[in-house]
């Protein structure tokens, strides 16, 4: 039996709705975990029309992305769920994702594979690209690109968390998500984890998901780069600096992700409209990193 944890946080209604049509046929039930401060008058009219299948906690405060996937995951595991379907207000399931997920971890477990978690072949709805399967090499990270020409689950260090489909008694060996990370690396954390605990994360091909990756993108030689808010700078940066330092990241991501702090420090002060206000934001980053001041962040809101 598979639940789907859906979080929110001022969602569009209409993406929403169109999340909640590709998903509704293909899990047994939905958790809606509710970020945002304020109540929507558009929200419950929306889910009138699925009453039967949703199951609607609303926080009335930003309690992070992390700790709301662990609310969602607590319930499920109560209620007896073999596994979760974690996803975000911006994506939309292909018709059968859920089922060749399914059938791609039957597969990868008749072989006698320890799977955390599978996740689809993303396509970003942005610009069309294919978010790769990702290995870790040293001071590099693999690419393999074009997933979606080969049927065979192939084996990532990474993976997004939205439609990643995940086991509970997984999660029981691993452990759920870090909360105090709140929003950036989590899924990252989560899945270098499980393979400290002798787990790995899979892509299926088979499955596709369509997700719209940061707030816009921007072609900087040739490469685009996701953009995201200030804040999300904050927390990229902060929890990278922080994790740098952790044992359960593996000896191969702390190696390739150590230069890029430095890189993200550049780019994010390149990107920004005020320099003074984006430097003092990105310079408590790299101190709350190193002192291990994680959590909601208490910046002011015009970072």
Excluded at 85 to 112: C, F, K, R, W, Y
Excluded at 209 to 236: C, E, M, P, V, W
Excluded at 254 to 273: E, K, M, W
């Amino acid at each position: 039996m598979v639940a789907a944890i859906i979080v929110l946080y001022y969602p569009d209604v209409a993406r929403l709705a169109r999340l909640l049509y590709s998903v509704t046929s293909q899990v047994n039930h939905i958790i809606i975990i509710d970020n945002t401060e304020t109540t929507s008058e558009k929200l419950p009219a929306l889910f009138e029309c699925y009453k039967n299948y949703i199951t609607y906690i609303p926080q009335i405060m930003n309690i992070g992305l992390a700790e709301a996937h662990n609310v969602g995951i607590d319930i499920c595991a109560r209620k007896g769920y073999s596994h979760v379907l974690l996803l975000d207000q911006d994506s939309t399931l292909s018709p059968n994702m859920v089922h060749n997920l399914l059938h791609a971890e039957s597969i990868l477990l008749d072989s006698g594979k320890k799977i955390a978690g599978i996740s689809p072949q993303i396509i970003d709805e942005n610009t069309g690209a294919l978010p790769c399967v990702c290995r870790y090499v040293w001071f590099t990270a693999h690419r393999i690109g074009k997933t979606m020409l080969c049927n065979i689950s192939q084996q990532t260090d990474t993976i997004i968390s939205s439609g990643a489909l995940i086991r509970i008694s997984a999660l029981q060996v691993i452990g759920v998500m870090r909360g105090d990370l709140f929003i950036d690396h989590v899924d990252t954390e989560w899945a270098l984890r499980s393979q400290y605990y002798g787990y790995m994360c899979y892509c299926a091909p088979s499955a596709i998901l369509y997700h719209r990756i940061g707030d816009a993108t921007r072609n900087i030689f040739g490469k685009n780069i996701f953009l995201h808010s200030n804040i999300r700078h904050y927390y990229q940066l902060r929890n990278e600096v922080y994790l740098v330092r952790t044992n359960t990241m593996g000896l191969q991501w702390r190696a390739y992700i150590l230069p890029r702090i430095l890189y993200h420090f550049v780019l994010f002060l390149f990107l920004s409209d005020n320099y003074y206000i984006t430097s003092q934001m990105l310079f408590k980053a790299v101190c709350d990193g190193i002192t291990g001041k994680l959590g909601k962040s208490m910046l002011p809101v015009r970072y």
